[in-house]
């Protein structure tokens, strides 16, 4: 006896064989899948609920590897800005307001937005810890929507020069001690659905002291690192100042922070030497194509990446550079944008991509053996794509391709995490939505008032191509 099967749709298992399934069906009990396989072959199973899902797809839950969920009460403030104006203008500015209210509201809000596109794991890149105790608030919103959830404790404890606020750069012994908080009252917690890992703000916002500090707790701990990776020149421009001459990727280098634990965000400036450096140490990559192109910060060299061996994964970034934690878009973003950047229609795939958002993001978190793919002892994490909810998804010729290339959250039925139906029939099971847009709408409208960013939404002139003026930093920061 099954908790739950889900039949008759066109299962896309994703693992090791690229098994589909048409008609099949997944059987589900407590938290794990226990069969996937033809629906004939369930023809005479017993389940507590029978979910027919002919004319659907089944596919493994999406896994973004980078995010910044504080950034979801940002949306419209950082439009057409570089990385380094982009910081001055919107972000740093806003992030040093953060309370708990806020920082609640941004994650439930980032958590609703991903789960409606099927995301059934992320890692949120905390890094705004102008007060105690933010973090314990982006754990309370994963627990509130049940998705699987990585909190990155951010590091930051230099890089003054570059304009991080005082508020946003702490003592290194202030930093760990939180991380150890953090990682001893939530890592493993929840089923095995909260993680704590460390994440250096950047090459240029970080000491040395702080990178081989990192190194040596992850290690301890056994948990994982992330951290910006060569997003644009400038980053390892900076770093070079900080890091007596060396690029971001080479303090990394240098202070055995290089490792298979190691999540490095962007890699868009990365050389053939680093990108084969990464790959002897098993250096996982996130890929974030939407934000990348939002800061026209260059294309990120994945498909030589991958030719290289690199495991890369895809990631939206956050909201206040994607403006979405939206991952079906971040599918198609990421193959148009390496047939355009390598004018070879071949450069990715669609089938490609779904690796790098399913299995390639699970083996980028340390995953592999639990999530990723439905295949039986795995986690029951999977959402129900239906193409006729959205004219723009038929007809459907190919699975893969119409989750790709005609996708949109508007298709995502239902999806769940650790076998808990946490969206049915389009909508969220866990709690009142409307309330929740409600309160981070007016979160979001009182944050930029008191950041000082409110112009930046309302009163901005209608721009004219390259007339964008230079970002300034308020003055009180």
């Known amino acids: 006896m099954y908790d739950l099967l889900l039949t008759n749709g066109h299962v896309v298992t994703v693992n090791g064989r690229r098994d589909s399934f048409h008609p099949g069906a997944v059987a589900v009990t407590g938290a794990t899948i226990q069969a996937v396989g033809p629906a004939a072959e369930f023809s005479g199973a017993q389940a507590q609920r029978v979910i027919d899902v002919s004319g659907k797809l089944v596919f493994p839950g999406l896994v973004n590897t980078h995010t ?8 419209g403030l950082g439009d057409d800005l570089v990385l380094s104006d982009w910081l001055l203008a919107a972000t740093l500015p806003s992030a040093i307001e953060f309370k708990a209210r806020e920082a609640y509201a941004s994650a439930l809000l980032g958590c609703l937005d991903a789960l409606h596109s099927g995301t059934t794991t992320l890692l949120d890149y905390n890094y705004a810890h102008p007060v105690p105790m933010l973090g314990d608030e982006a754990i309370r919103a994963f627990r509130a929507t049940g998705i699987r959830a990585i909190l990155a404790r951010g590091t930051t404890d230099a890089g003054a020069q570059f304009g991080i606020p005082a508020a946003l750069r702490q003592p290194g012994e202030e930093i760990l001690a939180d991380f150890r908080r953090l990682y001893e009252a939530y890592h493993g917690a929840d089923n095995g659905r909260l993680r704590v890992w460390l994440a250096p703000g950047s090459g240029w916002g970080c000491s040395e002291w702080m990178l081989r500090e990192v190194r040596r707790l992850a290690t ?6 992330t951290i910006h990776v060569s997003e644009t020149p400038w980053d390892r421009e900076a770093a070079a100042a900080v890091h007596g001459g060396r690029s971001d990727f080479g303090a990394l280098e240098a202070y055995g922070v290089l490792g298979p634990d190691l999540v490095m965000v962007h890699c868009v400036c990365l050389t053939p030497e680093e990108i084969a450096v990464t790959a002897r140490h098993d250096v996982k990559v996130s890929h974030n194509p939407v934000s990348n192109m939002y800061l026209a910060s260059g294309v990120a060299p994945v498909p030589a990446m991958l030719s290289a061996g690199v495991v890369c994964s895809l990631a939206t970034d956050g909201a206040a550079s994607n403006n979405t934690q939206d991952m079906i878009e971040v599918l198609k ?9 390598t004018l070879d229609p071949t450069a990715m795939t669609a089938e490609q991509v779904l690796e790098l958002a399913t299995i390639d993001g699970a083996r980028a978190l340390g995953m592999e053996d639990s999530i990723g793919s439905l295949e039986a002892g795995k986690r029951a994490d999977l959402f129900v794509f239906d193409p006729g909810r959205s004219a723009r998804s038929v007809p459907m010729h190919h699975p893969v391709s119409t989750l790709v290339y005609s996708g949109s959250a508007a298709n995502v039925e239902l999806v769940m995490v650790d076998g808990r139906i946490v969206v049915e029939d389009g909508a969220v ?26 112009g930046r939404a309302r009163n901005r002139p209608w721009p004219r191509p390259g007339s964008a003026a230079p970002a300034t930093l308020p003055e009180r920061m």
């Open 333 to 341: 973003s990421a193959a148009l944008l390496h047939k355009v950047a």
């Open 68 to 75: 910044h969920l504080f950034q979801t009460l940002l949306k």
């Open 429 to 454: 099971t866990c709690l009142d939505e409307r309330a929740a847009l409600a309160e981070a709408q007016l979160a979001a409208t009182e944050l930029a008032a008191r950041a000082g960013t409110a």
């Open 220 to 225: 301890e701990c056994r948990t994982g690192i």
